[in-house]
């Protein structure tokens, strides 16, 4: 017998608040998840790629003393970042070009490191998030205690979120706080205020959708490596397929669509709508609405109402296979 | 503890649950059923795991089906099914299914630990539960029912997967914690040797409808007095001699006799009876109905209805 048996003792405690309990869940999810070796390093890893938009901030602010730096930051956004319009005007006036520097670089920074690696990391941790729990019919444990469907969809997807805002969300927020103490003075608040606030608009957009449609597949196999092939396909084809035809379309559509004033705004609309079979472009979209980036003819509202769209159907395919699976 | 009427539960137009109504008070009841009686759905419909179609009461004092959140507080559940959450070891286990019943944090942990303590878990706790044999992890089902401290206990067969050693020790801490902490137990299952061990009222339900809710003692009185009668040598005399004075003899397989309707007080018929045909009686005690008759009695008379 331990030494420490004292046989059953009643408990007379004070509990918790039910809204608390998602959490334990969560908690219980994320701790899982951290005992792979594999996710620490790719998390280490995915922070990498914030040197390059630092480095952008840093010669930015730096320029106000050393006037060459500026010519570094205009070759990088007109260049690899396709604005030469801003390069141009942050050449002219560095002040009036700060934030939308600031917002280009941050937003670079969540489109084509961080996207890709959220792609990865959901495709590795989202997938085994229901699927384990149907394999060994833990809900039956879960609903047993005081938790509805959305108390449970909530703790699982939280799981995600906290991986996610850790390689997006918080990166970002630093970069912006880096940008702000390389600043030469705190005058810059001022300007950028804004910028914490898409960030985090910008990680809600890439984060809801995107968990729901992972947890949707996990929750519909014991099998998590389906779920996992489901995910990938989603993205790869999805891209694929809008490469493809807006390629098709730019080369071999209809002539009257090219050069002409309004032929733009035909093409940009077919883009826009090819760019609903890829979860990228739309996000990217969505994304880039959000920072005020959007440069590009077109309406955001297909992309946002595809998100808002998949979010809600993908939810409610969740609950209803849990409640199923309940009912049995 | 439980009052329940008319509960219907349809699957797709099959009805599991035929208008169950029945009353479970404070104590041991033992559910005992076929298979598809309707046992586990009449379970996961007082834990709102599924919904009814009709039906209406009071589980632990709390309306249902209207406050099964609450009703899940006061619950402890042991599912039937083999079920747990994988990469948690066992504390870890009993630990989160504390926290999801309200125990904070650190409290949870160290309730679970007590718990674990009590189910005698010894080391095992800190191993994964994918590890665990069938008896660890029904042992572990156990501690998570009752890591919270609830009022009434459900079991969905608890002793099933567990060596003979492991259910004497199930069964003596449920019944401890009826007769020590006052907990009630609605306890389903198969092995009516348990029921026998500690069940104080039996329900038996047949094809989705309850048909025997009373308890053990009250079921294992016969319906008319009855003697049991162990007989030494050839007893087919005394069997034609009682049958001649109007009363029934049941021979069973083993050579003994039921002999009804007579009262323990005119028993000195049986014994004049005896002494007249020579036949030598061993044993004669007032007999009583085996639960094993009862349930079979049970389903087999709904199967001929």
Not at chain 1, 61 to 81: C, D, H, K, R, W
Request: glycine content about 8%; hydrophobic content about 45%; some cysteine.
């Amino acid at each position: 017998m331990p030494i420490h048996d004292l046989g059953y003792r009643p408990w007379n405690g004070e509990k918790c608040g039910r809204w608390l309990r998602p959490r334990f869940i969560a908690a219980s999810g994320i701790a899982l998840v951290w005992r792979r070796k594999w996710l620490r390093l790719m998390l280490m890893l995915a922070w990498l790629p914030i040197f390059v938009p630092a480095i952008g901030i840093f010669a930015f602010e730096y320029s106000s003393t050393e006037p060459q730096m500026l010519q570094f930051v205009g070759n990088l956004v007109g260049g690899p970042l396709q604005r030469p319009d801003l390069a141009m005007q942050l050449l002219a006036d560095p002040d009036s070009a700060r934030h939308e520097v600031w917002t280009l670089l941050i937003m670079a920074f969540f489109r084509y490191p961080q996207l890709s690696a959220m792609v990865l990391l959901v495709g590795l941790i989202a997938p085994m998030l229901i699927s384990y729990d149907l394999r060994s019919r833990a809900y039956l444990m879960y609903f047993s205690r005081p938790l509805n469907v959305i108390d449970y969809m909530l703790g699982k997807a939280s799981v995600v979120w906290f991986f996610l805002s850790m390689i997006v969300t918080l990166p970002a927020l630093i970069l912006y706080l880096i940008g702000v103490m390389l600043s030469p003075d705190l005058s810059v608040v001022q300007q950028t205020w804004d910028i914490p606030i898409r960030i985090l608009s910008a990680s809600v957009v890439l984060l809801v959708p995107t968990t729901i449609v992972a947890m949707c597949y996990s929750a519909h196999t014991s099998e998590s490596r389906y779920a996992s092939f489901s995910w990938f396909a989603t993205w790869i084809l999805g891209f694929v397929a809008y490469q493809i035809l807006t390629f098709m379309g730019t080369n071999f559509g209809p002539r009257r669509r090219r050069g002409f004033v309004d032929g733009l705004l035909l093409e940009s609309i077919d883009y826009d709508r090819w760019r609903l079979l890829s979860p990228y472009h739309a996000l990217g979209k969505v994304q880039a609405s959000i920072f005020g980036l959007d440069t590009t003819p077109g309406s955001v509202v297909p992309s946002v109402l595809l998100l808002i769209a998949v979010t809600i159907v993908g939810a409610w395919l969740v609950r209803r296979k849990i409640l199923a699976l309940l009912s049995i | 503890m439980i009052q329940v009427r008319n509960l219907v539960k349809r699957y797709r137009g099959v009805e599991a649950l035929r208008g169950v109504t029945l009353e479970v008070s404070d104590g041991i009841t033992g559910l005992l059923g076929p298979n598809g009686s309707g046992k586990s759905t009449l379970i996961k419909s007082l834990l709102g795991l599924v919904k009814t179609n009709e039906g209406q009461g009071t589980v632990v004092g709390k309306e249902w089906p209207g406050q099964v959140r609450e009703i899940r507080e006061l619950v402890g559940y042991l599912p039937e099914d083999d079920c747990y959450i994988a990469g948690l070891s066992g504390i870890e286990s009993v630990a989160l299914m504390a926290n999801l019943s309200g125990l904070p944090k650190t409290e949870g942990l160290r309730r679970a630990h007590e718990i674990c303590d009590f189910c005698d878990f010894g080391e095992e706790r800190y191993r994964p539960v994918e590890s665990y044999s069938t008896g660890m992890r029904q042992k572990l089902k156990f501690a998570q029912a009752l890591v919270h401290d609830p009022p009434l206990l459900i079991l969905d067969e608890p002793t099933t997967g567990l060596d003979p050693s492991q259910r004497e020790s199930m069964l003596r801490r449920i019944r401890t914690l009826h007769t020590h902490y006052g907990k009630s137990v609605l306890l389903s299952t198969h092995i009516l040797p348990d029921v026998k061990a500690i069940c104080d009222s039996v329900i038996i339900m047949v094809a989705g409808t309850v048909k025997v809710v009373d308890t053990l003692e009250n079921l294992s009185r016969p319906i008319h007095p009855t003697q049991h009668v162990m007989v030494l040598g050839d007893s087919s005399r005394l069997v034609q001699r009682v049958r001649e004075n109007g009363l029934e003899v049941e021979v069973e397989c083993d050579g003994n006799l039921r002999i009804s309707p007579l009262e323990s007080q005119r028993v000195e018929l049986l014994w004049q009876l005896a002494a007249e045909t020579d036949t030598k009686i061993r044993r004669l005690v007032p007999a009583m109905n085996s639960l094993d008759k009862i349930f079979i009695d049970t389903a087999s008379l709904s199967e001929v209805r």
